[in-house]
């Protein structure tokens, strides 16, 4: 079956640290990418998606992540956090089969200290 | 246009009572999804429908839980005989059925059960 894996739960960082946040999936097929953020009090948004093509993705606000085939991840990146980078980032994975469904890691919770 | 809407937005129940939660997907939508964030379990799969097929019921959690999607638009999930453990934030989103079928999250509906 497929799974996802977020294995920072918890990071904090100091405004302009750089971030990165792992992201590991199981899964043999191809499959869709995607980071979202939840914001305290707020829905889910996505940062950025891959489908195919560069595995470089650039998101919103500065993120960027790369996919790396051969090692099944997909991390997040940020060059330097600020405090409004406070959220819980979530990664999910879907195939490209099938229903589509997402298959969500456990979060992230980020905070940043101003 | 209009993204995903759900109403209520927040709903409290009392243990044993039934509820329902309504997801109006985008237009021109004709797959929809249903997932759990509750506490204990992160982000969840419960549900799918994908224009007249037979949803894809894998993800619900138990016989009290059932969906429904008239008209191939507006879907409503049913808990009947609420459980404390019911209570979480229960989101709805919806694709196109081409492409790589990314995902537009509603806002969710807060359900708690006391």
């Known amino acids: 079956a497929q799974s996802v894996s977020q294995h920072n739960h918890h990071v904090i960082l100091s405004e302009a640290a750089s971030l990165e946040l792992g992201c590991n999936y199981s899964y043999g097929g191809t499959v869709n990418l995607f980071w979202y953020v939840q914001y305290p009090g707020q829905h889910l948004q996505l940062l950025l998606k891959y489908f195919s093509g560069d595995p470089l993705v650039k998101g919103i606000k500065g993120f960027e992540a790369e996919f790396i085939k051969s090692k099944f991840s997909f991390n997040l990146r940020k060059p330097s956090v600020q405090w409004s980078d406070t959220a819980e980032y979530f990664c999910a994975v879907s195939t490209t089969s099938g229903t589509y469904k997402y298959i969500f890691g456990t979060g992230t919770r980020l905070k940043v200290l101003a | 246009g209009a993204g995903v809407s759900q109403s209520p937005s927040n709903k409290v129940t009392e243990k044993g009572k039934d509820v329902e939660l309504r997801c109006d997907p985008i237009?021109?939508?004709?797959?929809l999804y249903w997932y759990r964030q509750s506490l204990g379990q992160g982000l969840e799969f419960l549900i799918y429908?994908?224009?007249?097929?037979?949803?894809?019921k894998s993800g619900l959690p138990s016989d009290r839980f059932s969906a429904e999607r008239t008209g191939g638009s507006v879907s409503t999930l049913t808990i009947q005989r609420t459980q404390q453990e019911d209570s979480a934030v229960y989101l709805c989103?919806?694709?196109?059925?081409?492409?790589?079928?990314?995902?537009?999250f509603g806002p969710g509906t807060r359900l708690t059960v006391l």
């Open positions: 989103a919806s694709s196109f059925n081409t492409g790589p079928r990314e995902q537009f």
């Open positions: 429908f994908q224009g007249n097929s037979a949803p894809d």
């Open positions: 237009s021109g939508h004709t797959a």
